[in-house]
């Protein structure tokens, strides 16, 4: 499953691409007939919470309205809508940019705090973000299995 989250549900594609899903973020203001377009296009599923999606010829196929005001929410409901598993790859893409993370050997060039230096790190290839297992993802994936336990 792909997914294309309108500018209402941006911290939820965040928590979908945290879950290891491919999933790209609208821009801020574009049209109702543009991100069905994009969703179609790229074969994604539109995650929104605006009715006036629905409107649209044929798309229930393409459109997934959410009726929820928080995250926590939202992730309940869009795991009964589409069955997501929220532990899918953990981790594996980047937050910022979707891109996949990929390991890095050779981690003398790469500044990071030293007491992490000898902990896997990885990094995104296209905006160079690097990423490691500190507290905040422990965090993160409590609430990740939350979520797919529901």
Request: hydrophobic share 35%.
């Given at each position: ?11 939820l594609a ?7 899903y491919d999933?790209?973020m ?6 109702d ?10 074969r994604?599923?539109l ?26 929410n ?6 009964q ?13 980047c ?32 905006c160079?973000r690097i990423?490691w297992?500190?507290?905040h993802v ?13």
């Open positions: 499953m792909k997914f294309l989250c309108d500018e209402m549900l941006k911290g965040r928590w979908l691409r945290a879950a290891g999933t790209e609208a821009k801020d203001g574009e049209t007939r543009e991100l069905i377009r994009q969703a179609r296009a790229s994604r599923l995650i929104t919470r605006d009715n006036k999606l629905m409107e649209f010829r044929n798309a229930a196929d393409t459109v997934r309205l959410l009726h929820c005001t928080d995250t926590d939202c992730a309940k409901i869009l795991k809508k589409t069955s997501v598993n929220w532990l899918h790859q953990p981790f594996s893409r937050l910022l940019c979707n891109t996949p993370l990929i390991g890095l050997e050779n981690t003398a060039e790469v500044s990071v705090p030293d007491d992490v230096r000898n902990t896997p790190l990885f990094q995104c290839p296209d160079k990423y297992s500190g507290g422990q965090r993160m994936r409590e609430k990740l299995e939350g979520w797919a336990k529901v």
